[in-house]
Every structure is written in structure tokens, then in C-alpha cells.
């Protein structure tokens, strides 16, 4: 079976802080792990992808097949930043698999 | 260009009715993905379509939803007799898999409400 899961609903830092959305997926295979930001108003769009190994408006993610872990991370929040973010997982399949998401707020 | 659009972009029904959503995919896209974002569940997968074909129905969640689609382009859902717990926002997402990177681009969604 396919799950990814964001332990977080719900993340509020400060501007300035680093900040660090946790997503752990199960799956037997190797998997491709995205991360999607829907910021207000706004439709879904693919924030980065593991295979990518880019940095996306500053925000990087490193697949841990170890952990069976993809955790986002910025060095530094910034207030647009706010916005729900999900994980994802492609499997074998092309469907994609989403984790319930984070709220991201970012005090200023 | 063209992003993908989804009408109606809201839906109040009555419980039993039947209702329609309708998307329409980036053009030159042949896959076309139906998701439920609802409170408390996240994002599910409903079903996927390449071409008009339908390789993985396996998230449609009861015999009252079906979805169909025509031209290789728009695609309709459609849930029958409606029940409270179909209220959800319905999004339609696009690919093109055979472009190596087979990005996923997703529409404003239809915010269904079943009263």
C-alpha cells in the first residue's frame, strides 16, 4: 500500500526562522515524492520534485530512503511562504498519493 | 497559454439530485486526473483517464460516481443521488506523460455542496 503522511496540520514560525515540513511515505518501491503549495485564492501547483534535486523559492527536500522521508526545508521564512502544503507520492502508478497537508502561517 | 478549467466553479445541490462537473484539460494533454479535496481526508484520488480510456477507477468511492470522457479532451464527473458526506471540492488535473517530466497542472477545482 501507497500513504504518505504530514504529521503537522498545522506550522507557525516567526520571519526569518528556519522552517522544516515533515512528510514520511510507505511504499515497497522507489518512489517519486513531490511537494505541492496552494497559497489563498490560489490553484495547486508543484512546488519541487525529488528527482529534480532543485531549490524552489528557497526551499529544498532531500528523499531519505533510509527513513522513508521527504522533509521540506527553508533556511529562512519568509511571509509569502504561507500557503498548505502537501507531500505526495507516485508509485508504480500514475496517480498521485497526498499526504493531508500543513498549514504553513508565517508570523511576521 | 490555456490553463485547466473546471465549470462550475461552485454547486449547491439538494441531497438525491444528481450532479455534473465538468473539466477541461490543457490542451495536447492525454492524461486527466480526478481528485477530492475534502475537510479532514486531504487530497484522494478518484480516477485517471489516458485518451477516453480509464486505467485506474480504483478511487471512485461508490457505484454513484462516474466519470467519462470524449475527444481525448473534457471530461465529466458525475455522482448520482448525491449524499452529504459528497460534499467536497472536486479537482481535475492534466499531464503529459510522454514529455519526461509528466508534471501534473490542476484546475481552480468545483466546491460541491450537497445540502
Known amino acids: 500500500a501507497q500513504r504518505v503522511t504530514q504529521p503537522e496540520k498545522l506550522l507557525s514560525v516567526f520571519k526569518g526562522a528556519p522552517v522544516e515540513l515533515k512528510c514520511n511515505y510507505s511504499?515497497?518501491?522507489?518512489?517519486?515524492l513531490f511537494w505541492y503549495v496552494q497559497y489563498s485564492r490560489q490553484r495547486l501547483q508543484l512546488l519541487l520534485r525529488?528527482?529534480s534535486r532543485e531549490s524552489i523559492k528557497g526551499f529544498t527536500a532531500d528523499l531519505n530512503k533510509g527513513e522513508t522521508s521527504f522533509h521540506l526545508k527553508k533556511p529562512f521564512a519568509q511571509e509569502e511562504d504561507s500557503a498548505m502544503y502537501y507531500c505526495?507520492?507516485?508509485?508504480?502508478?500514475?496517480?498521485?498519493?497526498f499526504g493531508q497537508g500543513t498549514r504553513l502561517t508565517i508570523n511576521p | 497559454g490555456a490553463g485547466v478549467s473546471q465549470s462550475p466553479s461552485n454547486k449547491v445541490t439538494e441531497k438525491g439530485k444528481d450532479v455534473e462537473l465538468r473539466c477541461d484539460p490543457i490542451?495536447?494533454?492525454?492524461?486527466l486526473y480526478w481528485y477530492r479535496q475534502s475537510l479532514g481526508q486531504g487530497l484522494e484520488f478518484l480516477i485517471y483517464?489516458?485518451?477516453?480510456?480509464?486505467?485506474?477507477k480504483s478511487g471512485l468511492p461508490s457505484d454513484r460516481f462516474s466519470a467519462e470522457r470524449t475527444g481525448g479532451s473534457v471530461s465529466t464527473l458525475t455522482i448520482q443521488r448525491t449524499q452529504q458526506e459528497d460534499s467536497a471540492v472536486y479537482l481535475c488535473?492534466?499531464?503529459?506523460?510522454?514529455?519526461?517530466?509528466?508534471?501534473?497542472?490542476f484546475g481552480p477545482g468545483t466546491r460541491l455542496t450537497v445540502t
Open positions: 488535473a492534466s499531464s503529459f506523460p510522454l514529455a519526461g517530466v509528466d508534471e501534473q497542472y
Open positions: 511504499y515497497s518501491g522507489s518512489p517519486e
Open positions: 525529488h528527482i
Open positions: 505526495a507520492l507516485r508509485g508504480g502508478a500514475q496517480k498521485l498519493v
Open positions: 490542451s495536447g494533454h492525454t492524461a
Open positions: 483517464f489516458q485518451g477516453n480510456s480509464a486505467p485506474d
